[in-house]
């Protein structure tokens, strides 16, 4: 059997940035998910359904719309840029509960959390998504 490959090196800024703005939004979705899961389980505990119905409450487009404005201040201007980038990135789909501008606004907070993730910036990736869901590290 073969073994899945996974990401063993972060790549580099500017291969990050050649990136489509929603590939970037795509894996910050899966870091936003996966970080907030752990939190979860880690704190939580309890029943997996149990676990989802919190978890779907802090990685909704409206959730992640709400959380830009509590953790933009703090980006620097490289993470501004990636935000701006995807933010207004054209997209053929919407988010199925959420209005236009929290769905960018969304897309471009997870595009962040890739770019971070990709970049191999764990630490600032870490302190942005615990200011975000005002979750302690």
Same mark, same amino acid.
């Given at each position: ?5 996974? /990401?063993?090196?972060?790549? $580099?800024?500017?291969?990050? *940035? ?15 998910? &996966?970080?907030? *899961? $752990? ?9 997996? =359904?149990? &676990?989802?119905?919190?978890?779907? =409450? ?12 509590? /953790? *933009?201040?703090?980006?620097?201007? !490289? !993470? ?13 789909? $919407? ?10 606004? @969304?897309? =471009?907070?997870? @595009? ?14 870490? !302190? &942005? ?9």
């Amino acid at each position: 059997m073969k073994a899945i490959p996974c /990401v063993s090196e972060p790549i $580099t800024k500017e291969q990050a *940035r050649a990136l489509d703005a929603l590939v970037l939004a795509y894996v910050g979705d899966g870091v936003q998910s &996966l970080y907030v *899961r $752990t939190f979860f389980a880690s704190t939580k505990g309890g029943k997996a =359904g149990v &676990l989802h119905h919190l978890c779907v =409450g802090k990685v909704s487009a409206a959730a992640q719309a709400a959380e830009v404005d509590a /953790v *933009r201040s703090l980006f620097n201007a !490289e !993470e501004d840029d990636v935000y701006r980038k995807a933010r207004n990135h054209k997209s053929k789909s $919407t988010a199925k509960n959420a209005s236009i501008a929290d769905y960018h606004k @969304a897309s =471009g907070l997870e @595009a962040v959390w890739g770019y971070l993730y990709l970049t191999g910036q764990n630490q600032r990736l870490g !302190e &942005l998504l615990a200011y975000a869901h005002k979750f302690e590290q």
